[in-house]
């Protein structure tokens, strides 16, 4: 585990994470597994612990959405489909959206336990990265 | 004031007031309902509007509502950073067709979002017409405000104005708005905006449009009433003259009586009522003063009547003293009268000489028959006694003050008067000796030289004449004698109708 974790450091130093998921700086949160995220983002848990956890996505075909759904939920964009429509049944919505990574961080700042993603670029001392991709 | 003219008021007052009263209600009532009709008409157009109106509201309220729930009010915590909130709000305000904005602030009046884009960012100024609270889908507590500005212009597409009639706003505060024009005198129906209860739609119409219906049938309506009044005076007046008619009739016939003294006219009216027994009741009373009259008539004519043949008979006895005929009273005193209308006495007088002249003779039943008839002349002493009977005929008679008697004692007084003064017993003369003397001097020796006396014979008429040609102006008073004359056959007619018939026996 902690050797699949350095991985993923070092990955991410060695070839520059593209992506980063960022949290509000309020959170104590520091750190999140991928299993986690995709449980979030597919509504399966909307909590980490006692913390509430808003998942956003980004609207559009963006490709730092493709990436995520690839990477992360590992579900391309038809099985997603599929899986929103059979969870519409029960009363699952997909996460609430924002139109830019702007817009992302700016309510990942202003939402305590609202997740993200950003390009890793972006990523200022406003936000808590907890995640890289 | 007359009785007709009393009777015609009390009609008019009678009949005009109640008149008067039904058409100024029937008036009003029309009117009332002219204003019931108009304004339940106004009623329904201004319910039919302000429910529109309220459906908007309703309708605007509630795509706020929506708008409010909907996911993008999330954007909130990104302040909307992709103007997805605004243009929502935009999209909606021009969906809406709306003049105003709609607004999203923070609770502390910061605006996130606007249909407007340049009040981003500022601090919201204005009054919202309707306000809702934006929630999250994750927060329990507001996250916003939405407010809309909504200027009472929005309503303006919902009022149908005309000429005469128009829709305005009222605000709670008493202003106005919306109102194209003010109205010197209208009807108004209000109604307060269910979904606005601060403001009130006031459907306004002109009087003079609302009682067109009045205004155009008033003048009719005011000769109508001007007709009926007039048709009531009319009335009032044939009625008033009817009734009094037979008081007229009544009181003419009072008055001709009056006039006429003709005491047997009566009233002729028929009926059955009250002026009916007036009337007869009124026949009655002047039949009997008819009758009453003809009674009193009856007596006087009866007291003239003995009057007269007193005065007759007392000449008479004059006369038979002196075996004078009776005759020769009759014809004196047929000749007086005659003389008299001749001279110009009228005939009331005229006939009363006519009775009074027998009497001239009266004073010698106090004369002696040794002296009165003594045949052949008299000597100093007879004679004098003779000529006391004039005297003695006035003492007798002129204690009386009957007219007729007092003329008889003129008459028996003066009838041996001659008009140059010759006369006896005061030898006056001329104007002096009063014209019954005069007559009764011209016709007495007129009838005594005509007739055989125990002294003479009866002179012929051609010596008369001669004598009274003579005398004219002497004995006897010229016009009297110029009157003798032009009306001669008069007298001798006289003299042929009353001839003594007794005098061959003698």
């Given amino acids: 585990m902690k050797k699949l974790l350095i991985f993923y450091f070092l990955y991410g130093s060695l070839f520059g994470a593209e992506y980063s998921i960022i949290i509000s700086k ?108 | 004031m007359s009785f007709k003219l009393k009777t015609i008021l009390l009609f008019l007052a009678v009949s005009l007031i109640p008149y008067a009263l039904t058409m100024f209600l029937v008036g009003n009532s029309f009117r009332q309902e002219l204003y019931d009709a108009v304004t339940q008409e106004m009623n329904t157009q201004l319910h039919l509007s302000v429910e529109r109106i309220d459906q908007h509201l309703l309708t605007l309220h509630n795509d706020m509502a929506f708008l409010a729930k909907s996911d993008i009010m999330n954007d909130v915590y990104t302040k909307d950073l992709d103007r997805r909130i605004s243009n929502a709000l935009l999209s909606k305000k021009n969906d809406l067709k709306m003049v105003g904005d709609f607004y999203l602030t923070d609770p502390h009046g910061m605006i996130i979002a606007s249909s407007d884009f340049n009040t981003i960012g500022k601090t919201n100024r204005f009054k919202s017409f309707l306000s809702v609270n934006v929630y999250s889908t994750f927060s329990t507590q507001p996250i916003g405000i939405l407010h809309v500005r909504y200027p009472v212009e929005n309503f303006k597409r919902f009022f149908s104005n005309t000429q005469q009639r128009h829709y305005y706003i009222q605000h709670a505060d008493g202003t106005t708005s919306l109102r194209p024009s003010l109205f010197q005198d209208s009807l108004k129906v209000s109604k307060t905006l269910k979904n606005a209860p601060d403001l009130t739609v006031v459907l306004e119409e002109k009087k003079e449009f609302a009682y067109r219906l009045l205004y155009k049938y008033e003048l009719w309506f005011i000769l109508f009433l001007l007709g009926g009044a007039v048709f009531i005076a009319l009335a009032a007046y044939f009625i008033a003259t009817h009734l009094i008619k037979p008081i ?74 002196s075996k004078e005929t009776g005759n020769h009273v009759k014809r004196v005193a047929e000749y007086s009268k005659l003389l008299a209308l001749y001279y110009g006495l009228d005939e009331e007088e005229a006939e009363m000489l006519k009775q009074a002249s027998p009497m001239h003779d009266i004073g010698k039943v106090a004369i002696p028959d040794a002296v009165l008839n003594k045949p052949g002349r008299f000597d100093e002493e007879e004679r004098r006694i003779m000529d006391t009977h004039a005297l003695l005929g006035y003492e007798m008679l002129k204690h009386s003050r009957r007219t007729l008697l007092q003329a008889a004692a003129i008459v028996a007084y003066e009838h041996h008067e001659k008009y140059d003064g010759s006369g006896y017993p005061r030898k006056l003369s001329g104007e002096a000796i009063h014209i019954y003397g005069r007559i009764t001097a011209l016709a007495d020796v ?38 003798f004359f032009e009306h001669l056959e008069e007298f001798l007619t006289i003299r042929e109708t009353f001839k003594d018939t007794h005098e061959a026996q003698e």
């Fill in chain 2, 248 to 321: 007229m009739t009544l009181s003419n016939t009072a008055k001709k009586i009056t006039r006429t003294r003709d005491y047997t006219q009566q009233v002729h009216i028929k009926r059955d009522d009250e002026i009916g027994e007036l009337s007869r009741s009124f026949n009655t009373m002047i039949s009997g003063m008819d009758h009453a009259l003809n009674e009193i008539t009856d007596l006087n004519q009866e007291i003239e009547e003995t009057q007269r043949e007193v005065v007759f008979t007392m000449g008479s006895i004059g006369e038979s003293r």
């Fill in chain 2, 446 to 483: 007129f009838d005594a030289l005509g007739s055989d006396r125990v002294y003479k014979r009866a002179w012929d008429d051609e010596k008369i004449f001669t004598l009274f040609k003579e005398e004219r102006g002497k004995h006897f008073d010229p016009q009297l004698i110029d009157i």
């Fill in chain 1, 26 to 133: 309020k959170i104590t949160l520091s750190e999140i597994t991928s299993q986690q995220i995709r449980d979030l983002f597919l509504m399966k848990r909307h909590a980490i612990g006692n913390q509430k956890i808003i998942p956003l996505n980004l609207l559009g075909q963006d490709p730092s959405r493709i990436t995520f759904e690839n990477e992360i939920l590992k579900m391309d964009r038809d099985r997603l489909n599929t899986y929103w429509v059979k969870q519409h049944f029960q009363g699952l919505t997909p996460p609430i959206t924002q139109p830019s990574h702007e817009s992302i961080k700016a309510f990942v700042q202003n939402v305590e336990g609202a997740i993200g993603y950003i390009p890793s670029s972006m990523v200022d001392s406003s936000v808590k990265v907890i995640y890289e991709f």
